[in-house]
């Protein structure tokens, strides 16, 4: 069909670097040019992600948080895929992302005052290159798409991250992003963490195709990987990021792994899945896939991965002490205090009103 | 300078918008090549080229889900909503993102979102909608519609300006109304002008119904009524100083809209007039508007909008008070 323009070349330096089934082949793993610290650093990322992640569950539990949303089991695709990228590439998150955001740096403890209710961004996004969560589903997805044509039309070279769960993709926000984003050719990489869960609707009920062959259809090259192997995460961002800062367009990204924990401390899974499937998973740990990896080339050692465990215990007693410590903004400015850069004056005026009425209470 | 139409107004300010600042971008649906369905954006991409002003694909909530991206990377975007009956699609990303995206990062997002509003041109179906009070409900947001092409040319410029988002609602029937304008006249978000004095009753209107408004004035006038007509230009925020200091004088008070009454924006100035203005009323305040159904099939919509009938039998039973 003449009118019908192919955007964004076939060409695809991802594929060849994963097997059928989308595991890493034994050739690109070797070549990946980490050293053997990079390759650690990757272990201890995802030691001290899931540590924070059991604390996080634990101060909830404890009354301390409001809520929480694990992202136990998908530490590889938070930590292979920050590793991937250069640190002034911006991440547009979801809302399970918290490990990602660790990986760019941001305090535990001050993120977690998203959930304790004490603010709706606790970071600077422009410090990390990380985003505010969005909480409703897919909307993120066009924020990445417009930043990376924001980047292009700039001449720049970084690329932009955007990553979203198996649910997102049914959303027409998504769909609408996946079309801009090829059609403009934007500098983005689409990561989709398919852990088969929308809470509790599973994978099969979401969606009756394959999300990363979806994305031919958008004009750009997808591909489903092993989301639970952080160095094939880590190689199929690295790669897509390395092609779309040539120019060559968007990427997708199906990473399957799996939800180990619940939805959210409000939920309970244990009413619509069934123990087997926990346990089969269970089984593809990813770090004590990486770690029994790391053990047999001989680069992580027992004393090692001790002191990692005692690094990630210390970092939790801290996220308990400075959570407990954190000192709410005035009510005045938690509530007034970020909402315009030029307050209106009916604005100002309730807020005075207010914080007036505070007084001598 | 010789008198120009609204639409050559609002095209002029976006012209005037992309020299002044090269970190502005115009983009929608045909906004490009053709100019723009109403050619308000008629010649701006030749001029300023295919980068800054841009077609997108037909799909508003991702026209404003980019608008966040780009704005985050500091550009200021001036997305197109091509009819008041599509920005629904985007409802979610203006008001869970573009209203609230500063509140929960820090980082203005300067985006001016153009959305022609009002019937009256004898449209289909979804073409006429008059959607403002879903937006003034929302906090992080600023509210304009003008109602002359020299208030379109210099609140579109402010808008623009502004660091915070605008919902830029131009009345598309009054496009091709005509009259002189000064490009250096600011218009400042928040700032109700008097379009006409008076001293029996205050007409209070916006967008379209601003010249209904005087039309009805004109109309009183032959009958020794006095009508002031207030202009609000701005509905978020909302000029109250203006309206009380008119009803200081008139006592009485009319509000005029196209969009449905009930829970329509005209109910918030009544509740406002009752709460700060109470003393100063001779008459409870009177709404014309839309009525309670959705926008009718066109050959209605003159039955259906508010008239000069209309808001001369509203003043009547305001003045029959007291």
Known sequence: ?361 | MEPVTMARALNLSLRDALAGDEQVLVFGEDVGTLGGVFRITDGLQKTFGADRVFDTPLAESTIVGIAVGLALRGFRPVPEIQFDGFVYSAFDQIVSHVAKYRNRSGISLPITIRIPFGGHIGAVEHHSESPEAYFTHTAGLKVVAPATPGDAYGLLRSAIADPDPVIFFEPKARYYMKEEINPELEVPIGSARVAREGSGATIIAYGPTVSLALDAAGAAEKENISLEVIDLRSLSPLDMPTILTSLQKTHRAVVVHEAPVFGGFGGEIAARISDDGFDLLEAPVARVGGMDAPYPPSRYEKLYLPDVDRILEAVDIALAYG
């Not at chain 1, 201890?44 to 996080?56: S, T």
């Not at chain 1, 911006?90 to 304790?116: H, K, N, Q």
């Not at chain 1, 969560?133 to 690329?159: E, N």
């Open chain 1, 1 to 361: 069909m003449a009118d019908v323009v192919q955007v964004v070349g076939t060409d695809d330096p991802v594929r060849p670097l994963f097997s059928e089934a989308g595991e890493l082949r034994a050739d690109a793993r070797s070549g990946l040019g980490l050293d053997a610290a990079a390759l650690r650093d990757l272990y201890q990322k995802m030691v001290l992600i899931r540590r924070a992640d059991k604390e996080a569950l634990n101060l909830q539990r404890q009354g301390e948080l409001g809520l929480w949303g694990q992202y136990l089991g998908q530490e590889a695709i938070h930590v292979g895929a920050v590793a991937a990228l250069e640190p002034t590439d911006w991440i547009f998150p979801s809302y399970r992302e918290f490990g990602m955001a660790m990986c760019r740096g941001v305090d535990p403890a001050e993120m977690l005052t998203w959930f304790r209710g004490l603010s709706h961004g606790p970071w600077d996004p422009r410090k990390y290159a990380f985003a505010p969560l969005a909480v409703p589903v897919a909307t993120q997805v066009p924020h990445a798409v417009g930043f990376a044509m924001g980047s292009k039309l700039r001449g720049d070279d970084d690329v932009v991250l955007g990553t979203f769960g198996d649910g997102a993709t049914s959303k027409g926000d998504w769909h609408e992003a996946m079309n801009f984003a090829g059609v403009f050719r934007a500098p983005v990489i689409l990561l989709c963490q398919n852990n088969h869960w929308a809470i509790s609707v599973p994978l099969a009920k979401q969606t009756a195709g394959s999300i990363a062959e979806r994305a031919p259809g958008y004009g750009f090259p997808g591909i489903r990987i092993d989301g639970n192997d952080v160095l094939g995460v880590f190689a199929a961002v690295r790669a897509a990021a390395e092609r779309a800062r040539r120019g060559d367009g968007p990427y997708l990204i199906e990473a399957m792994t799996y939800r180990m924990g619940a939805h959210t401390s409000s939920d309970d899974p244990t009413r619509y899945r069934l123990d087997s499937e926990l346990q089969a998973w269970s089984a593809k740990d990813p770090i004590a896939r990486y770690q029994s990896w790391l053990q047999g080339q001989g680069l992580l050692d027992e004393a090692a991965a001790a002191a990692i465990d005692g690094e990630a215990e210390t970092m939790a007693e801290q996220m308990r002490t400075r959570l407990r410590a954190a000192v709410p903004a005035p009510a005045g400015e938690a509530i007034f205090g970020r909402v315009y850069e030029r307050p209106p004056d009916p604005f100002t005026e309730e807020r005075e009103e207010f914080e007036a009425s505070l007084e001598g209470t």
